[in-house]
């Protein structure tokens, strides 16, 4: 008989989002609007908190090209973003004509690299053109160098976009990830932190702004009473019925980050007697980490790829660290700044499962097989 399967990090509904789905069909607001759209926006807003405006999007994809056209990025421009990341935070780059220009991570956060970044920005400059923005990413919910960046940034002039996608409930200096960009966007995919079944958002400080991306986002109709359009809009607005699976997780959205939290304890104090295992940790105190995912780095690919077998066998899925953008052969010919540490990180790293469900008896499976596999 095969094993329950474990993941990775799977979906766990809090209780009140089939109310919430049912206000919204008593009501016949089953649409790309309606009281749970605002409602989960506000939810966000308060959440968020710094005063900032929130656009509920069918996707964090959609939120990244949606903050690309309002900085104003038009074919041909130059982007930077950071290489060791989900594809989905540069794909819109392309989606614009514009061109991806990737930038390595530093080995304290495992996000882009403050020497690196700058390198890139002078030598672009050099090259004939100032970057029209730079990605950013949270990635497994570790806060980037905020402050080192930002001030690269305003040095440059340029905006940053702040992909919080894995990073929602993640805070750096007391302040919550999603609020220090120019944008941020959010994912509600169904292996977030928490899901709106598939989802994202828009964050900005400017309310006009946020108008500006609902009015993208829902087609682009000119004030008529007719369908008029001057210009091209997108099908990008979140459903009501995802919105009240949000509003739902929005009230456990504490518990799960530090159910998560949790399991990287259990990590931690897993391999506390082991050195083969580095826990992946917040690296100084300013960093609060949601811990999307746990992940570990083990000391060379081969004892990764025993390891991730070894689970695979039990059911238990794990999965190497995210694959550097400037490695895929989709990104081959785009510019890359940095050294190696993307690239080495995704040859010895594992993300283990990480979800705010999982039983004790899903722990003592990953615990057993790890103490067989190092011998602890
Ligand atoms: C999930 C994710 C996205 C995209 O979000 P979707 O809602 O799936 O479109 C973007 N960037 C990162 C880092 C992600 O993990």
């Excluded at 049912?22 to 609007?33: D, R």
């Excluded at 999007?57 to 900085?71: D, K, N």
């Excluded at 495992?110 to 100032?130: F, H, M, V």
């Excluded at 159910?259 to 007697?273: A, I, S, T, V």
Aim: glycine share 8%; with cysteine.
């Amino acid at each position: 008989m095969t094993k329950d399967k474990i993941w990775l990090s799977s979906p766990h509904m809090g209780g009140n989002e089939q109310r919430y789905i049912n206000e919204a069909f008593n009501a016949n607001w089953v649409a790309p609007l309606g009281p749970n759209v605002n409602g989960f926006e506000n939810d966000l807003e308060q959440y968020l908190g710094n005063k900032v405006q929130v656009a509920a999007l069918s996707s964090g994809t959609a939120a990244i090209h949606l903050a690309l056209i309002l900085l104003g990025v038009k074919m041909g421009d130059e982007v930077i973003c950071q290489s060791f990341t989900f594809s989905a935070s540069a794909n819109p780059i392309v989606y614009l004509g514009a061109n991806p220009i990737f930038v390595d991570s530093e080995i304290e956060t495992w996000n882009i690299c403050p020497i690196a970044l700058e390198s890139a920005i002078k030598d672009r400059i050099e090259n004939g053109q100032k970057p029209k923005a730079i990605i950013a990413v949270h990635l497994y919910g570790m806060p980037f160098k905020v402050k080192e960046i930002l001030e690269i940034g305003e040095r440059y002039q340029i905006p940053i976009i702040e992909d919080a996608a894995e990073a929602l409930g993640s805070k750096y200096d007391g302040s919550f990830c999603g609020t220090f960009g120019t944008f941020a966007i959010l994912s509600f995919n169904g292996n977030k932190i928490i899901t709106t079944s598939g989802g994202g958002a828009l964050v900005t400080n400017s309310k006009i702004d946020k108008e500006k991306a609902v009015f993208l986002a829902t087609q682009a109709r000119d004030d008529a009473p007719h369908y008029q359009h001057s210009e091209i809009g997108y099908n990008y607005r979140m459903s009501n019925i995802c919105a009240g699976i949000g509003r739902g997780q929005m009230e456990v959205l504490d518990v799960h980050v530090s159910k998560r939290r949790d399991m990287n304890q259990f990590y931690n104090d897993l391999f506390e007697n082991t050195d083969e295992v580095q826990v992946f940790k917040e690296p100084y105190s300013e960093y609060f980490s949601n811990y999307w995912l746990s992940t570990i780095v083990l000391k060379d690919y081969e004892t990764r790829e025993k390891l991730r077998l070894a689970l695979e066998k039990e059911n238990i899925e794990s999965r190497p660290l995210w694959k550097p953008m400037h490695l895929q052969p989709v990104f081959e010919a785009c510019p890359y700044y940095g050294g190696n540490v993307a690239e080495s990180l995704f040859k010895t790293g594992l993300c283990l499962p990480s979800g705010s469900n999982l039983s004790e008896n899903e722990k003592d499976r990953i615990k057993n097989i790890m103490l067989d596999f190092f011998e602890i």
